[in-house]
């Protein structure tokens, strides 16, 4: 009996073995790795995530965001200074190749663009919150978990996730990044604007 008592709790631990490979947690690269610049000692990269494999990758082989115009871009800001960067005002904008600026798509509205409409913007929701159906093909965790939500950013340190656009990758995409403030004094970084198709 002890011999298949073994062989029953070794097949079960395979396929809990296999479910965590799948979910492996995502590591991004220093940002000098990815399309990038630096200035007054912040480096910024990204890559945009612009084929099938590689959102299947990073978000799974269910989640279809580029069959939705949805375009997620990653960004890596890694700071070099003796201070904290303020990243509550950041703003990220895709600009196109025509000079066309589209800015990011807050994560939690990402589902509303594979359901029927668009979650209004600037409006309130309301209560009860319509969610979108199961079957959504955006309604997945891994857009908000991996979404960018870094507020500060201390001295030495860097952070990193993905941005999302209602836009169709095309050559000559740039990334407009604004809105980074040195503490305490509160001054604004000059802006940031790099192609991001290398």
Do not use: C
């Not at 079960?12 to 990038?36: E, K, M, N, Q, V």
């Not at 949805?70 to 509550?88: C, G, S, T, Y």
């Not at 703003?91 to 509303?112: I, M, Q, T, Y």
């Not at 969610?131 to 997945?140: D, E, G, R, T, Y």
Request: charged share 20%.
């Amino acid at each position: 009996m002890i011999p298949k008592f073994r062989f029953v709790i070794s097949s079960i631990a395979l396929p809990a073995f296999l479910i965590a490979a799948s979910t492996a947690p995502f590591h991004p690269g220093p940002a000098a790795g990815y399309a990038h610049q630096s200035s007054d000692q912040v480096t910024i990269g990204a890559k945009s995530f612009n084929t099938e494999d590689q959102v299947a990758d990073v978000f799974g082989k269910k989640v279809d965001l580029l069959k939705y115009g949805v375009l997620p871009v990653l960004v890596v800001i890694e700071n070099k200074r003796q201070k904290a960067l303020d990243l509550r005002d950041l703003e990220v904008n895709l600009v196109g190749s025509d000079g066309r600026h589209v800015s990011a798509v807050n994560p939690e509205d990402v589902p509303f663009l594979g359901s029927n409409g668009h979650r209004p913007r600037n409006s309130p929701v309301p209560l009860p919150v319509p969610l979108p159906k199961k079957k959504n093909p955006l309604n997945a965790a891994e857009i908000v978990t991996r979404a960018f939500s870094a507020k500060m950013l201390p001295p030495g340190d860097s952070a990193q996730g993905f941005f999302y656009f209602e836009a169709r990758p095309e050559p000559g995409d740039s990334l407009y990044v604004n809105g980074l403030r040195d503490t305490p004094s509160g001054h604004e970084i000059l802006y940031f604007e790099f192609a991001i198709d290398k």
